[in-house]
């Protein structure tokens, strides 16, 4: 029998959008997305709720890891459905406790507005707080990567390290990246798509497979 109770999915922006605009309180004051954005890539990244001891351990990695990210031309924004005042309350806890802040902006969307523009409430999970999404938005702000997370298991810092680079190795070099690259390892080059390119690549001197399956260093 059809479940008429069935709640509807919520919408959320896809891989290939541009990243919905919005303009939000921060820790870092009033901030506009897309103009904070500029010309960087971004990780947009939500947690359910602050003084939550999974969402301290997430919030802490990003930030030990900040300048990495900002060597890679990259900026951190983080949101929960929290007021400002707990997040500066929050923010001022870890630093006493741990020594640890969190240098980068986190919305307080304490109207779930941002929350509902990029699908972060997951009703089966929560209602009330957003679930761990990651947005990864390059410098033309198009989403190119979307990660969830229950609100039970914290995210892989090592595998939104991993992904980045291999985003912006991707672009940089018009290349793709095979089961569990990292960085210094071999790319897949792009198959030929004549068969002027298939008989090139025959008599280059990538490590191939098969014509359609050619790895090299970069």
């Known amino acids: 029998m059809e479940n008429n109770n069935l709640t509807p999915a919520p919408s959320m922006p896809r891989i290939g959008d541009v990243a919905p605009d919005f303009t939000s ?15 960087s890539w971004t990780v947009l990244f939500s947690h359910p709720a602050d ?18 990210f900002t060597e ?32 980068f902006p986190i919305i307080a969307d304490i109207d779930m507005s941002v929350s509902k523009l990029y699908g972060m409430l997951q ?44 985003l912006q190795t991707s672009d ?7 089961l569990n690259w990292t960085p210094g390892e071999q790319v897949i080059v792009p198959p030929p798509k004549t068969v002027e390119g298939m008989l090139e690549r025959e008599a280059s001197d990538y490590d191939m497979v098969d014509f359609y399956l050619a790895k090299k260093s970069l």
């Open 25 to 39: 309180m921060t820790t870092f004051g009033e901030l506009n997305f897309h103009e904070y954005i500029g010309d």
């Open 51 to 68: 003084f939550t001891p999974v969402c301290t351990t997430e919030m802490s990695g990003f930030a030990l890891d900040k300048d990495w």
């Open 72 to 103: 890679r031309n990259t900026k951190l924004m983080g949101l929960s459905i929290d007021s400002i005042h707990a997040h500066i309350a929050w923010v001022n806890n870890v630093k006493k406790n741990t020594g640890v802040l969190f240098d």
């Open 123 to 166: 009703p089966g999970e929560s209602e009330t707080a957003a679930v761990r999404a990651v947005f990864f938005i390059d410098p033309s702000k198009k989403i190119r990567l979307i990660m969830y997370y229950p609100l039970n298991v914290g995210r892989s810092m090592p595998e939104i390290k991993r992904v980045l680079e291999a």
């Open 172 to 178: 940089t070099h018009k290349v793709a990246m095979p």
